[in-house]
Structure formats: C-alpha cells, structure tokens
C-alpha cells in the first residue's frame, strides 16, 4: 500500500537525518547483525479520522548477545501526583512533550551492527553486501531506554536541574 511505503521512506529518511547509522560493508562488522522489523500503525484523530500512517523502524535487539544493563528509570506515581497538584496550587502552566525519534536522540558508545530495513537497498550497490553500523540508539536495543535517559538527566542538569532526594528516579 502507498500510504505504508511513504511513511517507511519518512522513517529512514528521519533515521538517516539524524545520524542514526552508516552503511558499512558486512565484512567490517565485529558482531552479530541483528534484523529488524517494521512496525507499523494508524493514528487517528480523536473522531476517529485518519491522521497519519505511521512506520517505526525497530531492532530486535531480543537476539542481541551479552549481557547489557537494560534499566529504564521511572517516577513514582506519588511524585506525578505531587507535580501536578503543586501546578494547581502554584498556577504553573503543564504541558505533555513527545520528542520525535526519542531513542535516535542518545549516541552509542559500542557500536552495533544491523541488517537495512526490507524494502530498502544499499545507497552504494557497488560496495557489494552491506550491513549497518548504530552510531545512535534506535528502538528495540536493549540499552535504548538507559542511553535515552542519560542524555535527557544530564541535558535536566545542565539546565539546573538536580534529582529530588526522595524520588531521584536513577
């Protein structure tokens, strides 16, 4: 269908703005080349009308060899509740922040190699089979949320921001 190989092209073309990855022939790989999938869905307005068709390149970094620290903080309920009721009182102003691409945000300190998203071929066919070498985190490796959450603590640090000593969430 059209509408899902637009929104593939849009997601590679995202992907690859942002550095995510570097074609490199197989050969230079120094581990397992991990597959990917697609993911694919429809988001609707709240009248249930079609918004966008939306594809989300994922790893599947469940075939990832080693071991790997995978912790993802989160905040308590009780300090969400806290948040929220002090911006009542306060009349501070609230608001939701979606990042685009949040994983694709974080750079990779080992780098790991991936097969090129089905239904894309290599930019350069005359370097002969090629693989993808992550210089950023991408969705399904199992130390995106950790790597994610690095670099938005420290961005929160360097803008003044300091853990709460009763929820410090790392």
């Given at each position: 269908?059209?509408?899902?190989?637009?929104?593939?092209?849009a997601e590679v073309s995202a992907l690859e703005a942002k550095g995510t990855w570097v074609?490199?022939?197989?050969?230079?790989?120094?581990?397992?080349?991990?597959?990917?999938?697609?993911?694919?869905?429809?988001?609707?307005?709240?009248?249930?009308?079609i918004k966008k068709y939306k594809a989300r390149y994922c790893v599947r970094g469940d075939l990832q060899?080693?071991?790997?620290?995978?912790?993802?903080?989160?905040?308590?309920?009780?300090?969400?509740?806290?948040?929220?009721?002090?911006?009542?009182?306060l009349g501070w102003s609230?608001?939701?922040?979606?990042?685009?691409n949040a994983f694709v945000q974080a750079t990779l300190k080992e780098p790991i190699w991936i097969h090129l998203p089905r239904g894309f071929q290599s930019s350069s066919p005359s370097q002969g089979r090629t693989c993808l070498r992550l210089q950023k985190s991408l969705y399904g490796i199992k130390i995106a949320p950790k790597a994610w959450f690095k670099l938005?603590?420290?961005?929160?640090?360097?803008?003044?921001?300091r853990p709460c000593t009763h929820d410090p969430c790392f």
């Open positions: 269908r059209a509408e899902w190989m637009k929104a593939a092209a074609e490199v022939p197989v050969s230079e790989a120094k581990g397992r080349i991990l597959p990917g999938t697609w993911v694919f869905r429809i988001k609707r307005t709240p009248d249930g009308e060899d080693g071991e790997f620290d995978t912790f993802a903080p989160v905040c308590s309920a009780e300090s969400v509740r806290l948040f929220l009721i002090l911006s009542l009182i609230t608001f939701a922040v979606d990042f685009s938005i603590f420290n961005a929160l640090k360097d803008a003044g921001f």
